[in-house]
């Protein structure tokens, strides 16, 4: 029976197998170097003794000057008179044309029209009939973004072939989601397509999921300088939906491709208010089945699993809970709904962004906990007390089943947190602001032993003692 | 330990006129440089001008002091220079083909080389080299910098180009390419054989 290779034993194969550049490699690389000083402090030096030499001659000049005055001076006062008016006129010359273009110009802006400035700089070619494309116009939702807007918006294909791009003021299609299954190369090609000759464009990647449906994520920066979206797109046969977060508002958004407008503001920059406004949600929520809190966690199949690890580094998308006034609630897919109801967590720039009010669960990152090479999802949540002190812990599945592999472990701070995981495997957990919160760094180690999963916790102090064990 | 971001950048922004700089830098950078070079052109002559090249352009653009994340920045140089090279010589990476791999495999192995015990000692020496040919060229760049060169997955998405689930997928895709590889090869993780 062959047992399987580590995550960590193949790393040091590589390593152990990386070469080195040649001694003559590293002589040349080296000697030409120092050519490159050398030859720049040539240049350094030249240009001094250039700039000394034209210091010299320009002395001598105005000596040779000075004595030409001196002995013309008693000549002829004219002469002098007549060689300053030569020196005035380039400068009378000049100001003379740059009088008249000021006229020319000013008359020509009276007998112009006023000018529109253009309010519309898309930058993406749109495919029409003409250049081959027409078809491409009939089946997808586009997918627009505007810089000065600091929005990022779906149209649908009627309203984009009707009109085009340019009368709803976006730059330019940076993605599209197909309302039928297509792959990722299909999806890159069309969007090279769409993006035509944009300098820095927006880089998608399609992911397809166990429910026959296809996930488009990607970035969107328009310069360097504009702000940077993070899209995930959720489409399939079902209208689809799209959140996004803009950096800028510090704002996650929901949208249905279908209902072009936004059906409100998730979060607001608080993090504290919800918005209520959602009549297409409440429609969709109806045609779910939803289970209860004592119902297990994460009630995914395989395949969901798997989209989970795709996009596991950078944005955990979670299908988890939507709260209302009573309690916590898990909506639980329902093969064949109409619309699958979905909540988002996001992890941004590794802080978990909740969608949904469920305050319970703070957010996720992926720990190689069993130390097989694959990551586990590991999910982080905080309760409170009667106190309002926070109590931080841990659950993750292992082996398929929903596994509490920690409690508690911090009390006391209820802040903003960062979840990040190192290559050793550990799941480091450490605030957000390192100087005036408490900085953790817990390796979480699973042991098997009577068939229970020993957790152990430890720190860079050793092992917590707080820790705790937990049952599978 | 891989050389830190901070004293890397204070070495870019030195180098216009410090050769003492230049020679930390490169002696530092060399070899990681160098392994992601020769994984990406697959050839030691290139690999090695690459490197040689990242670091002449290094100089003679200057704009290394403008990088905020300077080992991200050097690496991301000699990845293009790499690619530029492989795209002149022939567009093709010697290993660079799973189904010539497999092709090699099969001729050493048999058909059927699932079978352990037809292993090659050769063959099996380099084992990492040729589990490393039997990724896509892609996967390959993507090992390279998250092993070698020890890049975060943010920072290999900026040097290659690629979104950030992108590079994370083809990693973890290329991982477990590795570990079936190994277990098809019958090596356990002990280094043994089986």
């Keep these: 029976m062959s047992s399987k290779m580590t995550e960590r034993e193949i790393k040091e194969k590589i390593l152990a197998a990386s070469q080195t550049m040649s001694p003559e490699a590293d002589a040349r690389v080296l000697s030409a170097a120092r050519q490159f000083y050398a030859e720049k402090a040539d240049h350094e030096s030249a240009k001094t003794v250039v700039s000394g030499a034209e210091a010299a001659v320009s002395q001598q000049e105005s000596r040779a000057e000075e004595t030409e005055t001196k002995q013309t001076e008693t000549m002829c006062r004219k002469s002098e008179l007549r060689r300053k008016v030569r020196s005035y006129v380039p400068a009378i010359l000049a100001a003379v044309v740059a009088l008249a273009c000021i006229a020319i110009g000013a008359t020509g802006a009276l007998r112009k029209k006023p000018q529109t400035p253009d309010p519309t700089p898309v930058s993406t070619p749109i495919p029409t009939g003409d250049e081959g494309h027409p078809a491409k116009w009939e089946k997808g939702v586009y997918i627009a973004a505007d810089a000065e807007k600091s929005d990022i918006r779906l149209i649908p294909t009627p309203v984009v072939a009707a009109e085009g791009l340019q009368t709803e003021g976006y730059r330019g299609v940076v993605g599209i989601i197909y309302p039928r299954g297509i792959t990722e190369q299909e999806a890159a090609d069309y969007i090279e397509l769409l993006r035509g000759g944009r300098d820095d464009p927006a880089s998608f990647t399609c992911y397809e999921s166990g429910w026959n449906r296809y996930l488009l994520t990607g970035m969107v920066n328009d310069s360097p300088d504009s702000p940077r979206y993070l899209i995930e797109l959720y489409a399939g046969k079902t209208p689809g939906w799209v959140v996004y977060y803009t950096e800028k508002y510090d704002e996650l958004r929901l949208e249905s491709p279908t209902a072009i407008e936004s059906l409100g503001i998730i979060r607001d920059p608080n993090r504290r208010s919800l918005q209520r406004n959602w009549p297409d949600w409440t429609t969709a929520a109806s045609s779910v089945k939803w289970g209860g809190p004592d119902e297990s966690f994460l009630p995914f199949d395989v395949s969901a699993g798997e989209m989970y690890k795709t996009v596991g580094a950078k944005l955990f998308i979670d299908l988890a809970a939507i709260a209302d006034e009573t309690g916590y609630w898990y909506p639980e897919y329902k093969e064949g709904a109409q619309v699958t109801q979905l909540v988002w967590f996001i992890v941004w720039k590794n802080r978990a962004i909740q969608v949904s009010p469920f305050e319970n669960t703070l957010g996720a990152a992926w720990c190689d906990l069993t130390g097989d090479g694959e990551p586990e999802l590991v999910t982080i949540g905080r309760a409170f007390d009667e106190q309002h002190s926070v109590y931080l812990y841990a659950y993750s599945e292992v082996n398929g089943r929903a596994c509490e592999v920690a409690e508690t472990l911090y009390t006391g701070y209820s802040g903003d947190w960062v979840f990040a995981t190192g290559d050793d495997g550990a799941l480091h957990i450490v605030s957000a602001n390192r100087e005036t919160m408490p900085v953790f760094d817990v390796r979480v180690e699973l042991a098997e032993q009577n068939g229970k999963t020993e957790v152990t916790l430890r720190d860079a102090r050793g092992i917590l003692p707080t820790s705790a064990s937990g049952n599978q | ?194």
């Design chain 2, 1 to 194: 330990m891989p050389a830190e971001v901070s004293w890397i950048n204070q070495m870019l922004q030195r180098l216009s006129s410090d050769p003492d700089a230049f020679t930390n830098l490169y002696n530092e950078m060399k070899k990681p440089m160098y392994a992601v070079a020769y994984r990406i052109t697959g050839n030691r002559e290139d690999a090695e001008d690459s490197v040689q090249d990242a670091f002449l352009n290094l100089l003679r653009g200057g704009r290394g002091s403008y990088a905020r994340n300077g080992r991200a920045y050097l690496f991301q140089i000699v990845h293009n220079e790499a690619l530029r090279r492989l795209r002149k010589r022939s567009g093709e990476i010697v290993c660079g083909d799973p189904a010539e791999f497999t092709a090699g495999a099969e001729r050493i192995f048999g058909a059927d080389s699932a079978a352990g015990d037809a292993r090659d000692a050769e063959f099996a020496g380099s084992d990492i080299e040729s589990a490393l040919c039997a990724l896509s060229d892609e996967e390959r760049r993507i090992v390279s910098l998250r092993v070698e060169a020890e890049l975060g997955y943010a920072e290999i998405a900026k040097v290659t180009g690629k979104s950030l689930p992108t590079v994370f997928r083809r990693y973890r895709a290329a991982i477990r390419k590795m570990q079936q590889f190994f277990g098809r090869n019958g090596e356990n993780p002990s280094g043994g054989k089986e």
